[in-house]
């Protein structure tokens, strides 16, 4: 399995541009997380979902940042318009959520966003 | 009560000597606790887990010992190695199956 891949790895963009992230989730993961990590806050989570379906987004932001999933293989993280205080590194993570297993999250590479 | 509280932000450790990071937590309907490695330029990865039924759990040189009564757990890292530096974040599940995650800590091992 390749892992949870997102793209791009990397992204430099003006203040007031938009910016989309995307993930594409382990197969067979129910479960998928966008977070941000930055050196001040930490890892923050931003939002969640459940069998595609948004279950909490309280992290989100503002209204700039939006998450859409719209099948089991595929998710995208928008800011628009952007600006520099969103510089940080996003994360998206997939696990599976139910049973009785521990339901390890396994994190993409991240994708180091600028804005300047 | 919904926070895990970590601690020491950072933490420098000769080599050979023993690594100890430590979390508490309020909200007893946690049911599962994770450590995660994070090395630079890379997204954390599961280390070690542990469930609130036992007291220890330990793999190769990692120890997680968990204290139901003071709702504490913490990271044991034996022989720390220079391999070992990196940021440990440790989590808990809460009843929605969500992951709260501590502050993180940044452990440097000198040689």
């Known amino acids: 399995d390749a892992g949870v891949i997102q793209s791009p790895r990397h992204e430099v963009t003006e203040m007031g541009q938009e910016v989309t992230l995307r993930c594409k989730p382990i197969?067979?993961?129910?479960?998928l997380f966008w977070y941000r990590q930055t050196m001040m806050r930490g890892l923050e989570l931003l939002i969640y979902f459940n069998n595609n379906v948004p279950i909490d987004d309280s992290g989100m932001p503002e209204d700039r940042f939006s998450a859409k999933m719209p099948n089991a293989s595929f998710s995208t993280l928008k800011i628009q318009p952007s600006e520099p205080r969103d510089s940080a590194v996003y994360f998206c993570?997939?696990?599976?959520?139910?049973?009785?297993?521990?339901?390890?999250?396994?994190f993409g590479p991240g994708t180091r966003l600028t804005v300047l | 009560q919904q926070q895990v509280k970590q601690s020491p932000q950072s933490l420098i450790v000769q080599k050979g000597g023993i690594s100890i990071i430590n979390c508490a937590y309020e909200n007893t309907a946690f049911d599962y606790f994770p450590w995660y490695q994070q090395f630079p330029g890379k997204g954390p990865a599961l280390l070690i887990a542990i469930r609130p039924d036992v007291s220890e759990k330990k793999e190769g040189r990692f120890t997680i010992s968990f204290n139901k009564s003071a709702k504490q757990f913490s990271l044991h890292i034996m022989d720390s190695q220079p391999g070992d530096s990196a940021t440990y974040f440790c989590?808990?599940?809460?009843?929605?199956?969500?992951?709260?995650w501590g502050a993180g800590t940044k452990l440097i091992i000198k040689p």
């Open positions: 989590a808990a599940r809460d009843s929605n199956y969500q992951l709260i």
């Open positions: 993570a997939s696990s599976q959520t139910q049973g009785v297993v521990g339901n390890e999250q396994f």
């Open positions: 197969s067979g993961h129910n479960s």
